[in-house]
């Protein structure tokens, strides 16, 4: 487990290694701990390096130690599944009660890492939103510009209601004055899930036009194209957005 994570930290991808790995941490996992058993699948995930039979290996131990995982293992384990496109519904459910009872020791990164897990995977739980949703708002102002996105991004993509979540980061300080931090796939990924969500927020589509204009050159195809769907789908007109973006295109 430290090997693999090694060099997923460095992010080092070495795939005779991880192969050669593979099978003897199968034949080991009862001896891995939860954070061993987090650090395994964070590795293979991180340097995308594919291995169904670990995963499903990893799924059923995971199942036999879920009163031992922390936050960090749990949000680790959530990601690294959905990250490689595995999935595992009878983990996920039981990681999710998990998670639900050990809320308040989900930090930011957690909870953002966590929901889109969830979201990317495409398993549904509403209990664990409403339960992050009010974990988010306590702890708003720690959140990263990409935590922000990647959050609000995971309940439009989940279709999970969270106006208050949502009126939370809109109107708040935090997520205004790092707007200015935000990197382009941000930009587009907070305006693609506040349209699809159906929530309309003015001053904050205001707030990220004027600051998309100043990295219109930073934008790739696919970021202008949620932008302007976004724009179009909240009805909320973008003058000098519109032309900065046809100017580049």
């Given at each position: 487990?430290?090997?693999?994570?090694?060099?997923?930290?460095?992010?080092?991808?070495?795939?005779?290694?991880?192969?050669?790995?593979?099978?003897?941490?199968?034949?080991?996992?009862?001896?891995?701990?939860s954070?061993?058993?987090?650090?395994?699948?964070?590795?293979?995930?991180?340097?995308?390096?594919?291995?169904?039979?670990?995963?499903?290996?990893?799924?059923?131990?995971?199942?036999?130690?879920?009163?031992?995982?922390?936050?960090?293992?749990?949000?680790?384990?959530?990601?690294?599944?959905?990250?490689?496109?595995?999935?595992?519904?009878?983990?996920?459910?039981?990681?999710?009660?998990?998670?639900?009872?050990?809320?308040?020791t989900f930090?930011?990164?957690?909870?953002?890492?966590?929901?889109?897990?969830?979201?990317?995977a495409?398993?549904?739980?509403p209990?664990?939103?409403d339960?992050?949703?009010?974990?988010?708002?306590?702890?708003?102002?720690?959140?990263?510009?990409?935590?922000?996105?990647?959050?609000?991004?995971?309940?439009?993509?989940?279709?999970?209601?969270?106006?208050?979540?949502?009126?939370?980061?809109?109107?708040?300080?935090?997520?205004?004055?790092?707007?200015?931090?935000?990197?382009?796939?941000?930009?587009?990924?907070?305006?693609?899930a506040?349209?699809?969500?159906?929530?309309?927020?003015?001053?904050?589509?205001?707030?990220?036009?004027?600051?998309?204009?100043k990295?219109?050159?930073?934008?790739?195809?696919?970021?202008?194209?949620?932008?302007?769907w976004?724009?179009?789908r909240?009805?909320?007109?973008?003058?000098?957005?519109?032309?900065?973006?046809?100017?580049?295109?």
């Open positions: 487990a430290n090997t693999v994570w090694a060099y997923a930290t460095v992010e080092h991808s070495f795939p005779k290694l991880f192969d050669a790995i593979l099978s003897e941490a199968t034949e080991k996992l009862d001896d891995f701990n954070q061993e058993i987090a650090n395994t699948v964070w590795a293979y995930a991180t340097v995308e390096h594919s291995s169904p039979e670990l995963f499903d290996a990893i799924s059923n131990k995971a199942m036999e130690k879920l009163d031992t995982f922390r936050s960090q293992n749990i949000d680790n384990i959530v990601w690294a599944f959905a990250k490689l496109g595995y999935t595992s519904t009878d983990l996920f459910d039981a990681l999710s009660h998990e998670a639900i009872e050990k809320i308040d930090n930011s990164q957690n909870i953002a890492s966590t929901v889109w897990a969830y979201s990317k495409g398993h549904k739980s209990e664990l939103f339960a992050m949703s009010l974990q988010a708002i306590e702890k708003l102002d720690t959140f990263s510009p990409q935590g922000i996105a990647n959050t609000v991004w995971a309940y439009a993509k989940a279709g999970h209601s969270s106006p208050e979540l949502f009126d939370a980061i809109a109107h708040g300080t935090t997520a205004m004055e790092k707007l200015d931090t935000f990197k382009s796939q941000e930009i587009a990924n907070t305006v693609w506040y349209a699809k969500a159906g929530h309309s927020s003015p001053e904050l589509f205001d707030a990220i036009s004027h600051g998309a204009i990295k219109i050159n930073n934008f790739k195809s696919q970021e202008i194209s949620s932008i302007v976004a724009y179009a909240a009805r909320h007109p973008s003058p000098e957005l519109f032309d900065a973006i046809s100017l580049k295109v």
